[in-house]
């Protein structure tokens, strides 16, 4: 049995009545409410848990001031004792520290975030569009059926990379012997993460013990930030992007007149033509039929600015963190050990990875919603009267710039802010190793 129509025969079966019942937005849920960013309460579920009391959000951010504070401090303590590859390692770690103050700050506490989730899982969602059209039903699974499979992907990515960060310093503490009794002797514990602990956790094994539990909660936490937020964004733009398919897919089959009349019309060289003329009912169905096209893709357009406002700030700052964390990250493998290549090696390919994927997935939206303005063209004006033609022609200047989510207003997100970052960082990356 193949994987779709195990999902659709899942979905038959169980009586899915929304898109919360999805196998992989139940997995999203739960992700998000480990860090008390699921919207909850908005869409109505009663049995409110602990994970979302406004309390534990405080104390998500105290946590995050708190490392963010730890980590720079620990920089300022030990910079003459920190040799190139540890010091890369922290300048890394107070970035993503960085970035994960940054979506608390303007996703978990942001009520229109909220809200705009709210409206994803309750309105926007093509589960509530598959019944429009045998295309729209198609166009669902398909979205779905991606949907889950990124789910999946995203996730174990992410604890993949959880796993290596934190596994690896552990490794490299057995394998040099510190584990064992008198294995220390002048050295100290290597660790995934490095705070200004107000006790001894370098040298000291119940310190060690204490902080490296500590350091998997919070690279757990750091994990989540990143991945799991960029999940939900990217569930919206696919479905974002489904809902261009099936708009473009109604002009495209857009009804013709059935109308025996011909109309006569002349082209610029003075030939005459003719074509075939809407009735007046047809003419009534038409106006109709533009009414829902319009109507349509203002919802759309309304759904991507609201994305935009509500998710820029984190696209920026994803991208400067991207801009920064690139050039250091290739800076630390340049150097070709193999402690820098077991450590950096696997950060660095599932960074560029994460900025190549959602620049890519956000592209999508932009190369769908470009075919717009030729499908509201290819649309039989020609056969239709005076009024419904200004409606076309209103409809043809509002379709003629493809639709993107900016970055804080400032950047297109896609391809082209990617390559622009990936080129910028090559070029910071040659000029400090040839410094």
């Avoid at 929304?18 to 139940?26: F, G, I, M, N, V």
């Avoid at 409606?391 to 710039?401: A, D, G, K, P, S």
Wanted: glycine residues 4%; neutral net charge.
């Amino acid at each position: 049995m193949t994987l779709r129509k195990f999902l659709f025969e899942n979905e038959a079966v169980h009586g899915i009545n929304s898109p919360s019942d999805y196998t992989y937005l139940k997995l999203l849920r739960f992700m998000l409410m480990v860090v008390s960013a699921w919207p909850q309460k908005e869409i109505g579920e009663t049995n409110i848990v602990f994970y979302q009391k406004s309390l534990l959000k405080y104390c998500y951010l105290i946590l995050t001031i708190f490392s963010l504070y730890g980590s720079v401090a620990f920089i300022v303590q030990h910079w003459i004792e920190l040799d190139f590859l540890e010091l890369g390692h922290m300048y890394i770690v107070v970035l993503m520290t960085a970035v994960d103050f940054s979506r608390i700050t303007t996703l978990t506490f942001n009520p229109e975030y909220r809200e705009l989730a709210k409206v994803f899982l309750t309105k926007f969602h093509l589960f509530y569009y598959k019944d429009r059209s045998e295309y729209a039903m198609k166009t669902h699974r398909m979205v779905h059926l991606v949907s889950h499979l990124f789910t999946l992907f995203l996730v174990g990515q992410m604890m993949a990379g959880l796993s290596l960060f934190n596994l690896i310093p552990m490794y490299n503490n057995y394998a040099a012997g510190r584990y064992s009794r008198g294995g220390l002797q002048n050295a100290t514990f290597e660790h995934s993460l490095y705070f200004a602990y107000p006790f001894d956790f370098r040298t000291n094994v119940n310190g060690y013990i204490v902080t490296c539990i500590i350091h998997w909660i919070i690279s757990y936490l750091c994990s989540t930030w990143f991945c799991i937020f960029d999940l939900i964004l990217s569930l919206m733009v696919f479905n974002l992007w489904g809902h261009f398919k099936v708009l473009v897919d109604m002009l495209d089959n857009f009804p013709r007149p059935s109308s025996n009349s011909n109309l006569i019309l002349s082209n610029s060289s003075g030939s005459v033509l003719q074509a075939e003329k809407y009735s007046k009912e047809e003419l009534k169905q038409v106006f109709e039929r533009l009414k829902e096209c319009i109507l349509y893709h203002r919802e759309i357009l309304h759904f991507t600015n609201t994305m935009s406002d509500v998710f820029g700030p984190m696209l920026f700052v994803y991208y400067m963190f991207h801009q920064a964390s690139g050039c250091l990250l290739l800076l630390e493998c340049s150097q070709m050990t193999t402690a820098a290549l077991m450590r950096y090696v696997p950060l660095t390919i599932i960074l560029t990875q994460q900025l190549i994927q959602l620049s890519v997935i956000f592209e999508l939206v932009g190369s769908e919603s470009e075919k717009l303005k030729d499908a509201v063209y290819g649309l039989p004006w020609e056969s239709m009267d005076c009024s419904n033609r200004r409606i076309v022609t209103i409809f043809l200047m509002n379709v003629q710039e493809p639709v993107h989510v900016k970055a804080l207003g400032l950047a297109n997100v896609g391809v082209t802010t990617m390559a622009a970052i990936l080129k910028t960082s090559m070029s910071y990356f040659t000029f400090l190793r040839s410094m």
